[in-house]
């Protein structure tokens, strides 16, 4: 096998992982949901949902990021495949920055006391 098509196996398998995070994520903040519905305080757990849930699909966004960077630059490293990238990494990185803001309610720069919530 040659070193392009381990790299983007490599890159398609780290991929792979970003999606199945997603899933198990989502899945896993959803059961809890379904499971302290009753249980909690009216807003708690669907407080909880929100927050299990964008942060499993951050997480996903970061492993999905790394492997388009692994395949785009060593598979595919045409100019236009470079450009094509870039533009997808920008969209991931502000849908990354918007969902820790409406998770943690601030910036990922901000720290706990910075936010003007605390």
């Known amino acids: ?10 890159g398609y398998g780290i991929e792979s992982i970003g999606v199945l995070v997603i899933i198990v994520g989502s ?3 959803s059961f809890r949901f379904l499971s302290s519905f009753r249980t909690e305080p009216e ?20 492993f999905l990021i790394a492997g388009d960077i692994i395949r785009t630059v060593i598979v595919a490293d045409t100019l ?5 990238l870039g533009l997808i990494i ?8 918007t969902l820790h803001f409406e998770v943690e309610g ?13």
């Open 43 to 62: 807003g708690v757990a669907y407080d909880v949902l929100r927050r299990q849930l964008g942060r499993s699909i951050i997480l996903g966004l970061e």
């Open 90 to 97: 920008l969209i991931r990185t502000f849908l990354s920055f």
């Open 27 to 29: 899945a896993a903040a």
């Open 106 to 118: 601030r910036w990922p720069w901000e720290t706990a006391g910075q936010s003007g919530k605390d």
């Open 1 to 10: 096998m040659e070193f392009k098509e381990l790299i983007s196996i490599a």
């Open 80 to 84: 236009t495949n470079v450009m094509i």
